[in-house]
Nanobody, 116 residues
Framework: QVQLVESGGGLVQPGGSLRLSCAVS????????MAWYRQAPGKERELVAD???????KYVNSVKGRFTISRDNNKNTVYLQMNSLKPEDTAVYYC??????????WGQGTQVTVSS
């Protein structure tokens, strides 16, 4: 059974940084397209960053220049480096891998809280 296992969330002050990780299990199962979404309280889930074929990236406007999505193929892990964090970045962040042959894969979510 394929799982996306997230880690790296937490509490950080405004202006701080966090790096989220999403490890694919089992490690021999790979995806060419992965993404990070987030959902803040009372809001809809939104796409934050998208990575296809290891180098095609897309970001929501509000995080451009601050967040970077990347992957380590040796570790079969996707990362979201988040810099210059703002209170409005507070949300539960989810790792996502779309499928063509069934329901998409989602991680369990990791909480990111930006507060002083």
């Amino acid at each position: 059974q394929v799982q996306l296992v997230e880690s790296g969330g937490g509490l950080v002050q405004p202006g701080g940084s966090l790096r989220l990780s999403c490890a694919v299990s089992p490690p021999f199962f790979t995806f060419t397209h992965m993404a990070w979404y987030r959902q803040a309280p009372g809001k809809e889930r939104e796409l934050v960053a998208d990575l296809q074929r290891g180098y095609i990236t897309k970001y929501v406007n509000s995080v451009k220049g601050r967040f970077t999505i990347s992957r380590d193929n040796n570790k079969n892990t996707v990362y979201l480096q988040m810099n210059s964090l703002k209170p409005e970045d507070t949300a539960v962040y989810y790792c996502h891998a779309p499928r063509n042959d069934g329901p998409d894969y989602w991680g369990q979510g990791t909480q990111v809280t930006v507060s002083s």
